[in-house]
């Protein structure tokens, strides 16, 4: 009998949690499939000539700009024309119409896409959308040629999934990509966070949260000024950061760095508010997180993070940079322990009926089945 065709999965690397989580959501949609895991940075880390190739190249195109701390030749290096040429052949090479169902890509750094395979992508951001933040402009851009290679990812897809409508309108928008081409699927929660709260459960003990690494882009230090302020009127809140672990003093502030993802739902537990006040943020999963975990949300109104936190419903929305109104967006909840209350129940609604991978992982399946001519054609590959 004749071997049923897989799920071609292909994935820059395991991390950030997502890469690894959609592969069990496919697997949980597709369940009679088998899916082949292809790691793209492991591929590249097998040919020592290609990197040391595309090494030199990077240094070419942007040696300038990393010399002068404008970019890390780390992200620099997977945005050069040599290497999306180099993955795009690999790939090709391990995926073909004989063995596989379907391509299924996460991110879009590269074009997984293979002729006569049906493909698709997933991704939480597209580099033009940068220039609608509020720190980006011009000069923050890789080469135009990288650029115009990368609408071809979304170009040679059957279907863009993305996991928010700012992404959405860019691929459409910037990409030229037709508007029948783009599904808004959004995303699921990655740590495993408990539906009910079992501390802290009337709010009454002011406590933040704060969550990421990447301590300046989300805006820690704005974080620490507003504390500072809200320390003067609420003397007895407490603020933790996990993630990052920035060298500073302060009373009141807890630092816990770097923790497994299966230890977060402690520090959900005990806070009574969540914040986040980045700059950048292509999609946001703690904040999905905190608002399963029952927590309003104090952020910032940049990229995917308006879809989900709504002004005075689940949380307040501030403009990036402002330290006031991240102070004073605290402080009413901390005076107001039935508003937080009322708003951490808004974003578990939000987050139980739209922010789920089983809810995600549906409208993958549906979507691909009906790119693959519905479930009869399915079942004779």
Known sequence: MEKRKSIAFIRPKPWPLANSVVQGVLKEQFPDRDVEIIDVAALIRKRPVLILVNSIITTLLYGFEIVLLQKKFRSAFWRTPYIFHQIRYLIRKRVNKEKHLFSFQMQSLFDGSTPGVPHFV????????????FTNNSRTLYSQKWIKLESEIYRNAALNFVRSSNVQRSIIKDYGCNVDRVRLVYAGSNASVSNTKAENISYTDPHILFIG??????GGPDLIRAFEIVLQKCPDTR???VGAKPNIQL??????????PEKLNQYYQRASIFCLPTYLEPFGIVLVEAMTARLPIVATRVGAIPDFVEDGMNGWLVEPGDIQGIADALI????????????GENGHKIAREMYS?????????ANILNVLKEEQYINTC
Do not use: A
Not at 251 to 260: F, K, M, Q
Not at 332 to 343: Q, V
């Open 213 to 218: 690494f990447d301590w300046e882009r989300k």
């Open 239 to 241: 603020l933790t950061i």
């Open 332 to 343: 009413k909840l901390i005076e107001n322990p039935d508003m937080s209350r009322r708003f």
């Open 357 to 365: 991978w089983q809810t995600v992982g549906r409208k993958f399946r």
């Open 122 to 133: 997933y991704t939480d951001h597209t580099h033009l959308e940068n220039l609608n933040y």
């Open 251 to 260: 009373s009141n502030c807890e630092i816990v760095g770097p923790i497994p």
